[in-house]
């Protein structure tokens, strides 16, 4: 008996030990689950689709009337939380905390079982200071009681960055004006030719178009393909068919007025939107006045506006694709942050503007009169770090002759041998070759191209042209073989003007391809393209007519070595929300 009795106690002690170990990976199990589903709520907040509406409820929290003080907090619980993610974004992990028999549960029970879980989410949002938001998700008991928390915070900045010279395709300071169906794209040239497709513009939403300045609208005025973004200080106006392969973000009204036009990210306006016929918006249409809507509007994920929605559709809300019909209010706290107006010459010349840097050439270096590359005798002319040299076909001469020596003086602060000319002419039919490095020219007065005229610059070579005059290309310029940037990663061709004038100051009129990028950010530069444009254009207004592409290098960013000053990148000077950290 006693072996008996003692055999049973060592038996009911193992079986209470297994119990106790099978409890406690159970709870462990749990507990991680409900850790899980704590990261899965945030990481569907931190989603990109879900970014406006994230967005504009943590700006809520630093400004107007509901906002926190520094310290407080606010819960959001069950459908609120699910009201300020996408639709479905927390299906799939709610899935598989469904009971076995929830298939055999009538509508209304699964109603109610669902409603259980999403009852058990919290969300608290803390506010740390004047620019900071914590954000905790909570799984309050989804499985037998056991809880997980996981923390975000974000920040909200200006992130002024150090930009490049030429990094968006178009920036028009005071206006853009487009028509005739131009194409506006981006592609990366170490990656092959541009295959008429849209580049990393549009799959990352960046803005491809802008302007700058306080109340700097953009008028497209006919079946443009924008392969990126459109941001504008002004407002917005789309006419044609217009295709628009990212984010339109203003400071004023959007008009899009087309019939069969769409936008393929969010229309975002600090005051109206205004739908002509048949206009479709694939994201989010938000405004901080009023939404107006025609008739055949449609808008894939959803329309908030911060006074009416008008339409003659009821419920409005039939606009939104089936899907995300929730994603609908009026009369809400709208809060979109606006683009920060920037000066137009944001470059930075070892501490000097363009126009101050110019007129530093002109006191340092002295003038080598006007070149004229014209026609007979001199046929061919030849552009070096070392010397100008023409070719004299005079039946007396019939050699190359040295026409202009270099003098040393810096660019960006390196040095560089420069030359300084009076007016700089390439017309007529003579041919142009820059070869053995890179070729710096200041030019006093005007610099016109064109006339049958072939400018050939070598791969291991650029020409940057200073211009205190008037630009002007012509119709039968020959850029054939030229390539957007060099072996180095250089411009091949670039063209500085501190032309200052009311009229036009840089004027591309050519039927045939074209590589250059344009700084003219005191001049209206008006384009007018049969063939591709390679390169970007900054100007003080632009005006762009015909159908040829204009075709940014997205390697532009880097040149010369990211001279742009404090002036923003990408983001136009975008104040917008940041993830700071995941704890």
């Known amino acids: 008996m006693v072996l008996l009795s003692g055999s049973a106690m060592i038996g009911m002690a193992a079986l209470q030990s297994s119990l106790v170990d099978e409890r406690l990976a159970g709870n462990f199990r749990v ?26 409820y943590l700006s809520t929290l630093l400004d107007g009337e509901d906002a926190l003080a520094v310290g407080e907090s606010r819960t959001l619980r069950g459908t609120e939380v699910e009201a300020l993610l996408r639709e479905g974004a927390l299906d799939q992990f709610f899935s598989k905390l469904l009971p076995p028999n929830y298939d055999e549960l009538n509508a209304e029970e699964q109603t109610a079982v669902r409603a259980q879980l999403i009852d058990s989410v919290e969300m608290m949002f803390e506010r740390l200071d004047d620019n900071r938001v914590a954000v905790a998700a909570v799984d ?15 920040s909200r900045d200006s992130r002024v960055l150090r930009s ?61 393909q924008i392969h990126g973004g459109i941001e504008a ?11 628009v392969f990212g984010t339109i973000l203003a400071n004023r009204s959007i008009y899009l007025n087309a019939e069969g036009g769409r936008v393929k990210g969010n229309a975002l306006s600090l005051e109206d939107i205004v739908f002509g016929n048949g206009v479709r918006v694939d994201s989010v249409v938000s405004a901080m006045q009023d939404v107006h809507l025609d008739r055949s509007a449609s808008i894939g994920k959803g329309i908030y506006a911060a006074r009416d929605i008008r339409t003659i559709r009821n419920p409005a809300s039939d606009h939104i694709d089936q899907a995300y019909r929730a994603n609908f209010s009026s009369r809400s706290n709208i809060v979109l942050n606006g683009i920060e107006a920037q000066p137009c010459d944001t470059a930075d010349f070892a501490g000097n503007s363009l126009s101050d840097e110019i007129q530093r050439y002109q006191r340092e270096l002295t003038s080598q009169g006007d070149i004229s590359v014209a026609t007979y005798p001199d046929i ?22 040295s026409h202009a020596a270099p003098q040393a003086n810096t660019l960006f602060s390196e040095p560089v041998a420069i030359y300084r000319v009076g007016h700089l002419r390439l017309i007529g039919s003579p041919s142009l070759r820059v070869s053995g490095g890179d070729v710096v020219i200041v030019v006093d007065g005007d610099f016109a191209m064109g006339g049958g005229s072939g400018l050939t610059i070598d791969n291991d070579s650029s020409l940057t042209v200073f211009v205190a005059g008037r630009i002007d290309v012509g119709n039968v310029l020959n850029m ?59 100007g003080r207004s632009i005006q762009v007519s015909g159908k040829g592409s204009i075709v940014y290098d ?30």
């Open 164 to 224: 490049a010279l030429f990094n968006s395709a178009l920036v028009g300071c005071s206006g853009v004006q487009t028509k005739g169906g131009s194409t506006i794209s981006s592609y990366r040239s170490t990656q092959g030719e541009w295959s008429g497709q849209p580049g990393r513009f549009a799959e990352q939403d960046i803005p491809l178009v802008r302007t700058m300045s306080e109340g700097a609208s953009m008028v497209l005025g006919g079946n443009e």
């Open 31 to 56: 507990s991680v689950q409900a850790q899980m589903t704590a990261e899965s709520t945030l990481a569907a907040l931190l989603a990109s689709d879900n970014a406006t509406e994230r967005d504009r």
């Open 380 to 401: 061919e002319w030849h552009f070096t770090p070392q010397a100008i040299a023409r070719y004299d076909s005079a039946g007396d001469v019939n050699r190359w002759v």
């Open 554 to 583: 997205e390697l532009l960013m880097g040149a010369f070595g990211g001279a742009g000053g404090n002036a923003s990148g990408g983001s136009g000077g975008t104040v917008g929300w940041h993830l700071a950290e995941w704890q």
């Open 480 to 538: 054939s073989e030229s390539k957007s940037l060099n072996q180095q990663g250089k411009p091949t061709f670039s063209l500085f003007s501190s032309y200052s004038g009311t009229d036009i100051g840089v004027n591309f009129n050519s039927s045939t391809r074209v590589i250059a990028n344009v700084y003219a950010p005191y001049a209206n530069v008006s384009v007018n393209l049969e063939d591709d444009f390679f390169g970007s254009i900054r």
């Open 233 to 243: 200080l002004g407002s917005v106006e789309l006419n044609g068919s217009f295709q």
């Open 140 to 154: 309050q008991g989804l499985r037998l009681g056991a809880q997980g928390q996981s923390r975000l915070v974000f």
